[in-house]
């Protein structure tokens, strides 16, 4: 198969730096403010958790995080040794987590949400349980003495639980145990160098169900190795190369090396082996790229040769656009698959209407990106092959997606006074451009126009008062219609 070729139009990496540093501050009228600006308002609301199952004195803590966009660092984190945390909190959304405590864990979510909206939120009930563990062994043959060797185990209990029951040990000894509550368990031996599983003994499932189970064995087989070395002509210096090598065997192996250098060496037992070289860039496999070999007694070298494909073998894939307004980013990712499931991307963005790649012969995929405004009605993905010559031009069909007015109303500003509020797309779905707007004016009302989608909100603070009513940020959807406007009071500082 062909492998990409380099990109004419910009890369996608610069285009998103670029949008990155665009994103300023739009006033109502359409200018531009630099200024930092930083979320304040009043909390005068009170959330109250409280726990069970905890012995008397013990540490616990939450920590809750406010829903707004733009909010950084508006989180709190409390800690108490009574069965009680209260913590302040204006009107909005919040999340939280209720924090470890060694030798515990809560019984159900650890996580949720909460909403304030006027008054104080009712009491959170959470619920510590011990954790009762059982030793669990592994007990491995084969392998030399004081060779390392890993166990990987993996729960299915969520929350607290998860993070309990996902535990690594690496022992040079013969036998290592685990401590793991009740459960279904899933396991992965790691490979240990110059040792092969013997049948299926690299993973498997247990379960523990109130009494110690069996010990589990992992049996390695240490059989003598014989060298086996593939040399490669042809590649230009330092290109990089691999080959895999698969024993269907006895040995359930597939190795795959990789090397910049003009050989790379397998250290083999004995038995009947097939090998694949994977695609180079810009070069092709003299013969054939698969085969099939034998191990016998004897250290062996099977040469590969390389050769430079031709110049003038690369060909022009055109993407070209409609529907989008002038100066819109859109980006197409073009994915070709090579041996071992590998695969070799190239990303291009532009604000024109046509994005070029330069590729070589072979069979295609690609993704179209647009931003969130647009729908992508045609030409949004699919296949293409290039034989020879440049296939037809890739057309890609944009609609605007309908907007909505979405109007935020303060009061309690002295007249003309500016202030802020950002709205962000909550979800960017395949775009790689969410909704990211921030408008600023001297009215009592701001108005955005937006596609249906779910958003949040930050509403910012104005020197010398806070905001004391509504919501100084949180979520709002649009969804075929105008949603109801968003109120917010603002009261001087004493």
Request: proline share 7%.
């Amino acid at each position: 198969m062909g492998a990409l070729g380099k990109p004419l139009a910009i890369t996608l990496a610069v285009a998103l730096v670029a949008i990155m540093f665009s994103l300023a501050l739009p006033t109502a009228s359409g200018a531009r403010d630099g200024a930092t600006i930083t979320p304040d308002f009043a909390r005068p609301y009170t959330v109250t958790f409280t726990e069970t199952g905890l012995p008397s004195g013990t540490n616990w803590s939450v920590h809750i995080a406010f829903l707004g966009c733009g909010c950084q660092g508006v989180t709190t984190t409390a800690k108490s040794n009574t069965p009680s945390i209260s913590i302040s909190v204006s009107n909005g959304t919040y999340k939280f987590s209720v924090l470890k405590v060694s030798g515990y864990f809560v019984n159900g979510s650890a996580h949720g949400m909460f909403n304030v909206s006027g008054a104080d939120v009712p009491p959170i009930a959470v619920q510590f349980l011990p954790v009762i563990s059982y030793e669990v062994e592994f007990v491995e043959t084969g392998l030399p003495n004081a060779t390392a060797w890993t166990v990987a185990v993996t729960g299915n209990g969520t929350g607290q639980l998860k993070s309990i029951e996902s535990q690594t040990e690496t022992t040079v000894e013969a036998t290592m145990a685990f401590m793991l509550p009740n459960g279904t368990y899933h396991y992965i031996v790691s490979p240990v160098a110059g040792s092969f599983f013997v049948g299926h003994a690299a993973r498997g499932t247990f379960s523990v169900a109130g009494v110690i189970p069996g010990p589990i064995g992992v049996t390695f087989l240490t059989p003598p190795t014989f060298d086996v070395t593939f040399a490669e002509t042809g590649l230009a210096l330092g290109s990089n190369w691999s080959v895999r090598v698969v024993e269907p065997g006895l040995f359930p192996i597939h190795a795959t090396s990789s090397s910049t250098s003009t050989s790379l060496t397998f250290a083999l037992p004995t038995g009947a082996w097939f090998y694949a070289v994977a695609d180079v860039l810009g070069f092709d496999v003299v013969g054939h790229s698969v085969g099939t070999f034998n191990v016998t007694n004897f250290s062996q070298t099977i040469n590969v040769t390389f050769v430079a494909v031709e110049p003038g073998a690369f060909y022009p894939v055109a993407f070209e656009e409609s529907g989008l307004a002038g100066g819109t980013h859109w980006a197409v990712t073009v994915i070709a698959t090579h041996t071992f499931g590998h695969s070799r991307t190239a990303e291009q963005s532009t604000n024109g209407t046509t994005i070029f790649f330069l590729l070589q012969n072979g069979t295609y995929r690609f993704v179209v990106h647009g931003p969130i405004p647009y729908t992508l009605v045609s030409g949004g993905s699919g296949t293409f092959s290039i034989s020879g010559s440049a296939p037809g031009v890739q057309v890609v069909t944009f609609v605007a997606k309908p907007t909505y007015s979405v109007t935020f109303t303060e009061s309690g500003l002295p007249a003309a006074t500016n202030w802020t509020v950002l709205v962000r797309s909550e979800f960017a779905g395949s775009s790689l451009w969410p909704i990211h707007e921030v408008l600023r004016g001297n009215t009592t009302t701001l108005t955005f126009s937006l596609p249906n989608g779910l958003y949040c909100f930050t509403i910012y603070s104005v020197h010398g008062y806070y905001i004391s009513s509504g919501f100084p940020a949180g979520p709002f959807s649009v969804s075929g219609a105008s949603p109801p406007g968003i109120s917010v009071g603002f009261s001087p500082r004493a």
